[in-house]
Structure formats: C-alpha cells, structure tokens
C-alpha cells in the first residue's frame, strides 16, 4: 500500500489550520513548516493565505526564501491560495520595493486586486479538473492575475459581474494557485486536485 504524501503547510503567517484540517480530509500527512528541517521532510507545500509582504519578511528572516525556490526549481510541488498565489508569481504589479517571490508561476497579479477586506465576497466558480459542478469561492482581499504566460493553463475565470473573465486559478506543472479560500468551505475538490497532483510526481 502506497504511503500518503507528505504535504507541508507554510506556517510563516496565515490560515495555516483551515489547510491542515483540508488535506488530512483528503488524505494527506501534512505537517507544519518552520524551518529548513520540516521543509525537508515534506514531499509537498501548500503557501496558505494571509498578508503576502509580511509572509515574504518572515520567510527572508528565517532564511527560507532561497531553500524554497529551490524546492520548488527541483520540481517540488506548491500550492497557493490568496497571498500563496502571490508567493508564487514571477510578477507582481502593485508589489512593495522590499517584497519578494518565491516565483514559478509565468504570471502577473495585482495584490487586493478586487479591494480591501469590507469588499470580500463569494462566488461560483467553473475549475477545470475538478467535475462539473462550480466551486464556491470566497474571496478576502484576493489578488487576480493580469496575464498569463503560454504554459500557464487557466483553471477557472470569474464568470459574470463587472469582473467577468478574471483570471482566479491557474496549473503550470507541478505548480497551482487560486486567488480564493477554497480551506474555508466544506468543498475539498482543489486539495484533492493538488494531492493527486503530489501523488503523480513522487
């Protein structure tokens, strides 16, 4: 009997606990990554929301920064939602002077792209790959991506409103990122989508 992946959660800053309840539902062994130790141990990371800038300071002093590209250049496999989604941008549009990327990702996003915490909201969202039925998303001072290189392959676009064709879920390779919470509601279809995807590669 095959092993279960070994999915760490970047627990810098953000809702690392709603991640870690969302994997073990779909199976995963997750554990918490601090340190250069724990990133060792995992086979995956997920990069959670939260405030992307202060994740990037934090990740800078704990000397992670660079051990995580490399991870991820090795060909680890990540998952971002909100600011993990910036986390693993090459280009950020509105980003501090002092702000840094993991990268990866052949995108541009735009931070707080749909507006400041009083103007969060939720939604149906089509995915690719997830069955036919939407996702329903939620959305909490969430970037969008403004462009998006030709290996980057959309998952899921805003689908009506002001907002229409928004790009908010993207897969390039091993690498997958949604401007939304998906640890936040009961539905687990991107977890299952981002375990299978750790399970292809090991």
Known sequence: MTSPPRIGVLALQGDVREHESALSAVGAEVTRVRSLVDLASVDALVIPG????TMSKL??????????REARRSGMPMYGSCAGMIMLADRVTDARPDQETLGGLDITVR????????????????????????????FIRAPWVESAGPEVEVLGTIDSGDDAGTIVAVRQGQLLA????????????????????VRRSR
């Open 111 to 138: 931070r707080n792209a749909f507006g400041r915490q009083v103007d969060s909201f939720e939604t149906e969202i089509g995915i690719i790959g997830v069955g036919h039925d939407p996702v329903h998303a939620v």
């Open 59 to 68: 990740a800078l002093r704990n000397g992670l920064m660079e051990p995580l």
């Open 50 to 53: 939260g405030e992307s800038t």
């Open 178 to 197: 949604t401007s939304f919470h998906p640890e936040l509601t009961g539905d687990r279809r991107i977890h299952t989508m981002f375990v299978e995807i």
